[in-house]
Protein backbone atom coordinates (compact mmCIF):
# COMPACT_ATOMS: atom_id res chain seq x y z
CA UNK A 1 0.00 0.00 0.00
CA UNK A 2 2.82 2.22 0.52
CA UNK A 3 5.38 3.32 -1.98
CA UNK A 4 7.09 5.63 -3.40
CA UNK A 5 8.11 7.65 -6.79
CA UNK A 6 12.34 6.62 -7.25
CA UNK A 7 12.54 9.14 -10.55
CA UNK A 8 11.06 11.88 -7.74
CA UNK A 9 13.32 10.76 -5.24
CA UNK A 10 16.71 10.82 -7.20
CA UNK A 11 19.79 12.88 -6.18
CA UNK A 12 19.96 13.01 -10.04
CA UNK A 13 17.33 15.87 -10.26
CA UNK A 14 20.07 18.20 -8.12
CA UNK A 15 23.10 19.60 -9.42
CA UNK A 16 26.42 20.52 -7.60
CA UNK A 17 25.43 24.46 -7.22
CA UNK A 18 21.85 23.22 -6.16
CA UNK A 19 23.52 21.24 -3.17
CA UNK A 20 25.91 23.99 -2.67
CA UNK A 21 23.30 26.29 -1.98
CA UNK A 22 21.19 23.98 -0.36
CA UNK A 23 24.63 24.12 2.74
CA UNK A 24 25.16 27.36 2.85
CA UNK A 25 21.36 28.01 3.24
CA UNK A 26 21.13 25.85 6.02
CA UNK A 27 24.08 26.57 7.51
CA UNK A 28 25.77 23.10 7.20
CA UNK A 29 29.34 22.67 5.76
CA UNK A 30 30.48 19.74 3.60
CA UNK A 31 32.82 19.17 6.73
CA UNK A 32 29.64 18.18 8.43
CA UNK A 33 28.18 15.13 8.93
CA UNK A 34 24.61 15.34 9.20
CA UNK A 35 22.08 13.01 10.64
CA UNK A 36 18.55 13.85 9.61
CA UNK A 37 14.67 13.05 11.38
CA UNK A 38 11.62 13.62 9.52
CA UNK A 39 8.54 13.29 10.87
CA UNK A 40 6.75 14.28 13.90
CA UNK A 41 8.58 15.61 16.43
CA UNK A 42 6.69 13.17 19.47
CA UNK A 43 8.24 11.13 22.05
CA UNK A 44 6.57 8.07 20.33
CA UNK A 45 9.11 8.39 17.07
CA UNK A 46 11.94 8.79 19.47
CA UNK A 47 12.77 11.99 19.91
CA UNK A 48 13.60 12.18 23.09
CA UNK A 49 15.98 8.90 22.57
CA UNK A 50 17.50 10.39 19.44
CA UNK A 51 18.40 13.75 21.28
CA UNK A 52 20.86 12.57 24.11
CA UNK A 53 22.17 9.97 21.45
CA UNK A 54 23.29 12.99 19.31
CA UNK A 55 24.44 15.13 22.52
CA UNK A 56 26.53 12.26 23.71
CA UNK A 57 28.00 11.81 20.25
CA UNK A 58 28.45 15.97 20.02
CA UNK A 59 30.46 15.90 22.82
CA UNK A 60 33.11 13.84 20.92
CA UNK A 61 32.52 14.94 17.50
CA UNK A 62 31.51 18.73 17.39
CA UNK A 63 31.21 18.49 14.15
CA UNK A 64 28.01 16.58 13.67
CA UNK A 65 24.60 18.49 13.31
CA UNK A 66 21.13 17.39 13.20
CA UNK A 67 18.54 18.28 11.16
CA UNK A 68 15.09 18.06 12.80
CA UNK A 69 12.39 18.09 10.10
CA UNK A 70 8.81 17.79 11.24
CA UNK A 71 6.34 19.78 14.01
CA UNK A 72 5.88 19.23 17.50
CA UNK A 73 2.42 18.11 18.53
CA UNK A 74 2.10 20.01 22.21
CA UNK A 75 -1.58 18.22 22.35
CA UNK A 76 -0.78 14.34 21.53
CA UNK A 77 2.33 12.65 22.91
CA UNK A 78 4.53 16.36 23.50
CA UNK A 79 8.12 16.24 24.11
CA UNK A 80 9.75 17.27 27.57
CA UNK A 81 10.68 20.59 28.31
CA UNK A 82 14.21 19.92 28.61
CA UNK A 83 14.10 18.33 25.49
CA UNK A 84 12.50 20.70 23.50
CA UNK A 85 14.73 23.52 24.97
CA UNK A 86 17.86 21.51 23.67
CA UNK A 87 16.23 21.37 20.39
CA UNK A 88 15.74 25.31 19.89
CA UNK A 89 18.94 26.23 21.96
CA UNK A 90 21.55 23.05 20.81
CA UNK A 91 23.99 24.55 18.35
CA UNK A 92 24.11 21.35 16.53
CA UNK A 93 20.66 21.00 16.17
CA UNK A 94 18.53 22.55 13.45
CA UNK A 95 14.90 22.47 13.43
CA UNK A 96 13.21 23.13 10.15
CA UNK A 97 9.50 22.62 11.05
CA UNK A 98 7.35 20.86 8.57
CA UNK A 99 8.48 20.93 4.66
CA UNK A 100 6.49 19.78 1.97
CA UNK A 101 9.43 18.77 -0.08
CA UNK A 102 11.75 16.79 2.12
CA UNK A 103 14.32 15.83 -0.06
CA UNK A 104 16.65 19.06 -0.29
CA UNK A 105 17.48 18.17 3.21
CA UNK A 106 17.93 14.38 2.75
CA UNK A 107 20.25 15.56 0.25
CA UNK A 108 22.39 17.31 2.39
CA UNK A 109 21.71 15.05 5.26
CA UNK A 110 24.43 11.38 5.40
CA UNK A 111 22.15 9.14 7.50
CA UNK A 112 18.72 8.92 8.30
CA UNK A 113 17.79 8.00 12.26
CA UNK A 114 14.18 7.05 12.46
CA UNK A 115 14.01 6.00 16.14
CA UNK A 116 10.32 5.06 16.29
CA UNK A 117 8.78 3.10 18.59
CA UNK A 118 5.56 1.85 16.64
CA UNK A 119 5.36 2.37 12.88
CA UNK A 120 2.87 0.92 9.72
CA UNK A 121 4.82 1.24 6.69
CA UNK A 122 7.02 4.21 7.20
CA UNK A 123 7.69 5.82 3.96
CA UNK A 124 10.19 8.05 5.37
CA UNK A 125 12.85 5.01 5.36
CA UNK A 126 12.03 4.30 1.78
CA UNK A 127 12.02 8.01 0.48
CA UNK A 128 16.16 8.07 2.23
CA UNK A 129 16.82 4.91 0.66
CA UNK A 130 15.75 5.95 -2.82
CA UNK A 131 17.86 8.81 -2.55
CA UNK A 132 21.35 7.23 -1.20
CA UNK A 133 20.82 7.83 2.36
CA UNK A 134 22.06 4.93 4.98
CA UNK A 135 19.04 4.51 7.48
CA UNK A 136 19.18 3.75 10.94
CA UNK A 137 15.67 2.20 12.44
CA UNK A 138 14.09 0.73 15.32
CA UNK A 139 13.36 -3.15 15.34
CA UNK A 140 10.08 -2.43 14.81
CA UNK A 141 7.12 -3.66 12.23
CA UNK A 142 7.43 -1.60 9.08
CA UNK A 143 10.51 -1.01 9.93
CA UNK A 144 12.53 -4.17 9.88
CA UNK A 145 10.57 -5.02 6.93
CA UNK A 146 12.29 -2.01 4.90
CA UNK A 147 16.11 -2.37 6.64
CA UNK A 148 17.83 -5.67 7.15
CA UNK A 149 20.44 -5.21 9.84
CA UNK A 150 24.08 -4.17 8.41
CA UNK A 151 22.76 -5.09 4.58
CA UNK A 152 20.85 -1.48 3.94
CA UNK A 153 21.23 0.11 7.15
CA UNK A 154 20.77 -0.51 10.83
CA UNK A 155 18.35 -2.10 13.10
CA UNK A 156 18.43 -1.05 16.82
CA UNK A 157 15.98 -1.95 19.43
CA UNK A 158 13.84 0.86 20.27
CA UNK A 159 14.01 3.04 23.33
CA UNK A 160 17.53 2.08 23.52
CA UNK A 161 19.94 5.41 23.75
CA UNK A 162 23.10 3.48 23.95
CA UNK A 163 22.18 1.24 21.23
CA UNK A 164 21.27 4.46 18.81
CA UNK A 165 24.51 6.42 19.96
CA UNK A 166 26.53 2.90 18.92
CA UNK A 167 24.50 2.81 15.32
CA UNK A 168 25.14 6.65 14.74
Same mark, same amino acid.
Given at each position: ?????? !??? !? $? #? &?? #?? %????? &????? *?? $?? +???? %??????? =????????? @??????? %????? /????????????????????? $? =?????????????? /???? $?????? #??????????????????????? +? @??? @?????? *??? +????????????????? /? !??????
Amino acid at each position: TNGIDT !SYF !S $R #S &LF #SH %YEMDK &LFMTN *GI $RK +ENFV %YIFIGRL =VKHKGIIEL @INAFINL %YDLYP /QIRLILVGEEESSLDPLPESI $R =VTIHEHPGIKKVGY /QSDI $RPFLLI #SNVLTFPSYREGLPNVPLQACAM +E @IPV @IVSDII *GCN +EIVINEENGLVVPPKDI /Q !SLCTAM
